[in-house]
């Protein structure tokens, strides 16, 4: 292990009064849309990434975003994201700032935080600001991978707190599947597959529950870019498409 990584990551912890956030982004890619509304993140990769969601069944509403992976030497990864939600009426901006390190090779631990701004078009509603604080554990054994996110949500006095547990499992190499549970302000199920064709184009389908969310989408590889389409199919908001294009270097 890299002391020096754990004692950069303490002060980080301590010193910073802004937020020095969140390792795993809790805005979902076209990839983890597609798969259940997964949160999927490659950890291995320096990655810069730009992701769009326009929900039709609300007037205006999308959510645009932004995000920086980077690997620091051979145990750390960095990662930045910045996210803006709604619509002329009413906006959400999320930003953080992570890290993370590998003290084994099966073992990934990051500490996390977000600062998030809520504001409407009203002149007369003042501006809401919070910061929240979040942990991360994955571990990886053969054919399975682990991983568990924990942090608070102090928006929410009711329930201030999240929980997201999430198993990966290869059965064969070219087929991922994916089996999530989170716990907010209910439990909900998430299940995703992805299908991998010669490292080429991913065939992607999954399914959520609370409320019911059938999702699916594809992917495609070439190099260093990637894009990546996924659907979602909502009882309420009907069908909301998104769209992440990346690049890996």
Known sequence: ?????VILLILLSALSRSAYAQFVTTTLDARGSAMGGCLMLDTDKRVVSVAYRQTFAIAGLADKRLTLLWPTGKVG???????????????????SLGYAIRPMDWLLVGVAGKWL????????????HWLAAMAFLQTSMAHTKLSLLTGTRPWNKRF????????????????????EFEFEECARLRMGMEYDYEHLFLFRAGIATA???ATFGI?????????DLGVEVHQALGVTPHTTLSVCF
């Open 211 to 213: 409320p019911l969310v």
């Open 77 to 95: 990864l960095a990662a930045a994201t910045y996210m803006h939600h709604g619509n002329i009426d009413y906006h959400e901006q999320q930003a």
């Open 117 to 128: 701004n809520i504001g409407t078009s009203d002149p007369h509603y003042i501006p809401q």
């Open 160 to 179: 201030p707190y999240r929980l997201h547990l999430q198993v990966q499992y290869v059965p064969v190499s070219n087929m991922l599947t994916v089996a």
């Open 219 to 227: 992917g495609f590889r070439h190099r260093l870019l990637s894009i």
């Open 1 to 5: 292990m890299r002391w020096h990584n």
